[in-house]
């Protein structure tokens, strides 16, 4: 895929201006707080290496075995770090989001068959920080595993979910069963 290789070339290029961007945003953002114990050299780092994963994963050279793996251990030094689970999803979500934000700035898709193009990239990139979300998870939970909860944070008893629209509502105003 001809993108793909441009926005590996992006990625590379543009390292070090994604690893700062990505770590004012965490820095900023309410959800990722464990992150300002963090000295800025070592966030950029970890976002970097977020990055040329993914830049590996596109050209195949780490397979998606090694991917997993990677991501896994990642999931079990943050749990060991003290992060919560919540900070590290909002972290790989800021990374995606930050990427496509760059992706625009710098008009990789200018035509219309870059657009199409674009599509499949934008669903392997997806697709990478999806599985990387759950491998993360995985190896944290795993971490975690010696952990017992605390009676506060065990399950409860099944809730029923209440019904938030009536199928009617979900039709722009029209409504079917209304007689004219």
């Known amino acids: 895929m001809i993108l793909a290789r441009k926005l590996i070339e992006l990625i590379e290029r543009n390292a070090s201006t994604l690893g700062e961007r ?7 953002h309410p959800l990722t707080p464990s992150y300002s ?6 966030l950029r780092r970890r976002a970097e290496n977020v990055y ?36 590290l999803m909002v972290a ?4 995606r989001t930050l990427l496509w934000d760059l992706v625009e700035e710098k ?6 068959y870059d657009m199409h193009a674009a599509l499949e990239l ?16 995985q ?3 795993e971490e975690e595993g010696g952990i017992r909860l605390s009676p506060e944070r065990r399950p409860g008893p099944y809730q029923p ?19 004219k």
Do not use: H
Request: with cysteine.
């Open 107 to 112: 008009g990789m898709l200018d035509s219309v």
């Open 22 to 28: 990505w770590s004012r945003a965490v820095l900023n």
């Open 122 to 137: 934008l669903l392997a990139v997806i697709s990478f920080f999806d599985r990387a979300s759950v491998y993360v998870l």
């Open 52 to 87: 040329a994963s993914l830049g590996k994963w596109l050209d195949n050279t780490i397979s998606s075995e090694e991917a997993k793996r990677r991501y896994q251990e990642l999931g079990k030094r943050r749990c060991q770090e003290g992060f919560d689970i919540t900070e």
């Open 139 to 141: 190896g944290y939970r």
């Open 161 to 179: 979910t209440g019904v938030w629209y009536m199928p009617g509502d979900l039709l722009d105003g029209e409504d079917d069963n209304e007689e």
């Open 92 to 95: 790989l979500i800021l990374e």
């Open 37 to 42: 114990r963090l000295p800025k050299k070592e």
